[in-house]
């Protein structure tokens, strides 16, 4: 009796299992297809306007942080030039200098960047122009005096939205933050005065520093006048002199090297208000030096080459009315600062 009942369990065993096995093959395949689609979907849609699909094509995006949006400003064939760098040099004005130049300037600056982020903005402005780049203006921070050739990113950068290779694009596309930018392109694109994104680029941060207070309240004024280095020990000379290694150089000169003679390459060490600036003879001290000393051997080599240098000690890096903190400047030494960048590229004409 229980012979003849195991025998007539076990094929029912076997096609329940079967059963659960085409299943569960119908949910991967079912999953599978509606991943392809979603990709598919926005590699069609083009969330962030790179060119990728022309499908749904309208110049621009809509505002957003400028990670995403530079893809599609960086392409822009209206412009011949660009800044690039980070908030130290994102208060320079694109429409200030194009009056001082006759250049068109592109503010592609990425506030909390680095080289890393720079260099590959740099090479996604170029991979689009159809005409003669007139300037690139590089922010030359301390960030570019690192000694890891990896230049590592400090903040998240979506460096698949600026690839060359498809795959890794693609690869890129497959976050849920695609999912809600889908619907926001399709309403861009299809909207009948959709709010663009200001094409080129320029933002000025002095208003949110005004409503924090940075130019009112007493305790954000005093952390201007605390030496940042006071505790550096002093050397007679380099610790480290011919030691000091700086693979940033060796990208800045790849590029140089790489640039027709029309292009103008201007590199920019943006300002820093006294209290910033390394006590000559400690360590940061020598390592400034030696670090402008390899860009600016990095560039030499490049026939419309300058160098205009604002970390150092100056007048105006001295007064607390030009500065919000110690790296972030106000109008006054950004309109100084585009002056000099304005003679550099007249001089190199």
Not at 315 to 337: C, G, K, T, V, W
């Amino acid at each position: 009796m229980n012979s003849s009942t195991s025998s007539s369990e076990a094929p029912a065993e076997a096609s329940g299992a079967a059963a659960w096995r085409r299943f569960s093959l119908f949910l991967v395949g079912v999953t599978l297809a509606g991943v392809l689609g979603i990709l598919a979907a926005a590699y069609i849609i083009d969330p962030y306007d790179t060119g990728r699909s022309g499908l749904f094509e309208r110049p621009g995006v809509r505002p957003q942080g400028p990670r995403t949006a530079n893809a599609s400003r960086g392409r822009d064939p209206a412009f011949d030039a660009a800044i690039f760098g980070n908030s130290q040099i994102q208060l320079l004005s694109p429409e200030r200098l194009n009056k001082r130049t006759g250049f068109n300037f592109l503010q592609l600056a990425v506030p909390a960047t680095g080289p890393k982020e720079h260099f590959t903005l740099v090479e996604w402005f170029l991979r689009h122009r159809k005409g003669p780049v007139k300037a690139l203006v590089l922010d030359a921070d301390e960030t570019w005096c690192t000694s890891d050739p990896a230049m590592p990113n400090f903040r998240p950068f979506p460096f698949w939205l600026y690839s060359d290779s498809p795959l890794e694009y693609a690869k890129g596309l497959m976050r849920y933050d695609i999912l809600e930018e889908l619907p926001r392109r399709l309403g861009y694109v299809f909207g009948k005065n959709p709010e663009r994104a200001r094409p080129d680029g320029y933002w000025d941060y002095e208003p949110n520093y005004l409503n924090l207070g940075y130019d009112t309240r007493p305790e954000v004024r005093a952390r201007l006048e605390k030496p940042y280095y006071a505790s550096e020990p002093t050397f007679e000379r380099d610790p480290k002199e011919g030691q000091r290694r700086f693979p940033v150089a060796d990208r800045l000169k790849a590029l140089a090297d790489s640039l027709p003679p029309e292009t103008a390459l201007i590199l920019v060490h943006p300002a820093r208000y006294k209290s910033y600036l390394p006590p000559p003879g400690t360590e940061e001290d020598y390592q400034d030096r030696a670090c402008k000393a390899a860009m600016k051997a990095a560039v030499a080599g490049h026939p419309r080459s300058a160098v205009v240098d604002w970390r150092i000690d100056r007048p105006e890096n001295r007064n607390p009315d030009y500065f919000f903190d110690l790296s972030h400047y106000r109008q006054p030494i950004a309109m100084a600062i585009e002056n000099d960048i304005a003679k550099a590229l007249e001089r190199l004409r």
